[in-house]
């Protein structure tokens, strides 16, 4: 009963910024987690960034300094923001929400691409 929309998605040149939006609605969990993921064409899905309900984050080596995750709980709401993007950041980025409670419970979201390229 809970979707979840990402958005902000584009193509942008080296260097550039974009923020994706990832909007939970439905029968959202009480309290959960919420994680951005992302796929190469060609390549395994990776994680990305992780936010706890909380506020706790953590980041792959590859984008931190340069990505920022955030969550909005009053608008069921996840953010990142990824600034001094690389070609190697093209993706389609995904969200993801976890009941906290139970771990097993998760929605994913459709997906938003990302095209870093000059």
């Known amino acids: 009963q809970v979707q979840l929309v990402e958005s902000g998605g584009g193509l942008v040149q080296p260097g550039g910024s974009l923020r994706l939006s990832c909007a939970a609605s439905?029968?959202?969990?009480?309290?959960?987690?919420m994680g951005w993921f992302r796929q190469a064409p060609g390549k395994q899905r990776e994680l990305v960034a992780t936010i706890t309900w909380s506020g706790a984050t953590a980041y792959i080596d590859s984008v931190k300094g340069r990505f920022t995750i955030s969550r909005d709980n009053a608008k069921n709401t996840v953010y990142l923001q990824m600034n001094s993007l690389k070609p190697e950041d093209t993706a389609v980025y995904y969200c993801?929400?976890?009941?906290?409670?139970?771990?097993?419970?998760?929605?994913w979201g459709q997906g938003t691409l990302v095209t870093v390229s000059s």
């Open positions: 439905g029968s959202i969990f009480s309290i959960y987690d």
């Open positions: 993801k929400m976890t009941d906290y409670f139970n771990r097993l419970r998760e929605v």
